[in-house]
């Protein structure tokens, strides 16, 4: 395990809407902003999506990432990370695009095709909430996210091909028996990356077992190979990416996986809650691990290498 802790931002996602959240980051200004916020504060790791401006929707088109992509490596010696979920119902050819063409350090990569329930969010929609707001969140009902092994295949060879290296994102512990399946194949190579998510409805709750549970089943599949990092939705957001620093692993906050600083507390931007992490870290006696240092820790090949 690593001795610093890897801070990871993500800054907007997918599944919030904009009238959860005034602080929710839309147009490419505002990502840009949110991420060199997120990354002055002490995240060594911003991970991306992007948004239509006019509405706040989703959008996976290598055009708009392009808006932002390059303002952001100007200001900042983070990692960048490009998803390659994108959102609710994109084919894989629209959720690969941008990576394929940004070439970046560092993209996610889903482990396995699951429900992907994110309609108890609706009870969180603002009274000015746009026409897609509603449908899209209560579709959740009825949305797989499809990772086949044909698909989790054809997408680590294309972006390995240009040197990206993955954060390998997994909701349940089939997912770690679904990475290790493409180790044994030789489709990738350690270090591993691997973010452990909890709370997403169709997924592994977030209990505190299930996290203990989870890296031991890392232990024995990946042994020293890999490097963990923990994604609490929601209110599960502090408390168990406290325990995965505790335990030496990594943690990733930001406003796509929980809106909230506190109980009550809409956070005020992306900075704010990478400055609570990096306080309750700092006071543990854990270090903070700098751009440069994940990049050691990450193996990833550089900011020079990317397309942007």
């Given at each position: ?27 490419p200004?505002?990502i ?22 006019e ?13 932002f ?8 010696g ?44 609706a ?50 512990v ?67 990416v ?36 990096r ?8 270090k ?20 942007f």
């Amino acid at each position: 395990m690593s001795k610093k802790v890897i801070i990871t931002c993500a800054v907007t996602g997918s599944i919030h809407t904009p009238s959860m959240s005034p602080h929710l980051p839309v147009t490419p200004e505002e990502i840009t902003a949110a991420a060199v916020g997120a990354a002055e504060a002490g995240a060594a790791v911003i991970h991306l999506h992007a948004r239509d401006p006019e509405t706040g929707a989703p959008e996976q088109t290598i055009e708009r990432y392009m808006e932002f992509l390059p303002r952001i490596k100007q200001q900042t010696g983070a990692i960048l990370n490009i998803t390659t979920g994108g959102g609710l119902g994109m084919s894989m050819d629209t959720r690969l695009a941008p990576a394929l063409a940004a070439k970046p350090e560092l993209a996610s990569m889903n482990m396995g095709s699951m429900n992907f329930n994110i309609s108890g969010a609706a009870k969180s929609l603002g009274p000015n909430a746009q026409a897609w707001e509603r449908p899209y969140v209560e579709g959740g009902v009825d949305i797989i996210m499809s990772n086949t092994f044909a698909q989790i295949e054809r997408a680590m060879r294309a972006l390995g091909d240009n040197g990206t290296r993955f954060e390998f994102e997994c909701y349940d512990v089939g997912h770690l028996y679904t990475l290790a399946h493409f180790v044994d194949k030789g489709l990738v190579k350690p270090p591993f990356f691997i973010q452990l998510i909890f709370g997403i409805a169709g997924g592994i709750g977030a209990h505190p077992e299930n996290l203990t549970h989870m890296k031991s089943i890392c232990d024995r599949l990946f042994g020293n190979d890999y490097r963990f990092s923990v994604l609490g939705a929601g209110r599960h957001q502090f408390p168990l990416v406290t325990m995965s620093a505790i335990m030496g692993g990594n943690v990733r906050v930001g406003l796509e996986d929980n809106l909230y600083l506190g109980k009550g507390e809409l956070a005020p931007s992306n900075a704010a809650q990478v400055e609570k992490i990096r306080r309750i870290l700092t006071e543990l006696g854990l270090k903070i691990a700098t751009p440069d240092e994940a990049r050691d820790l990450l193996a990833t090949k550089g900011a020079a290498e990317v397309a942007f």
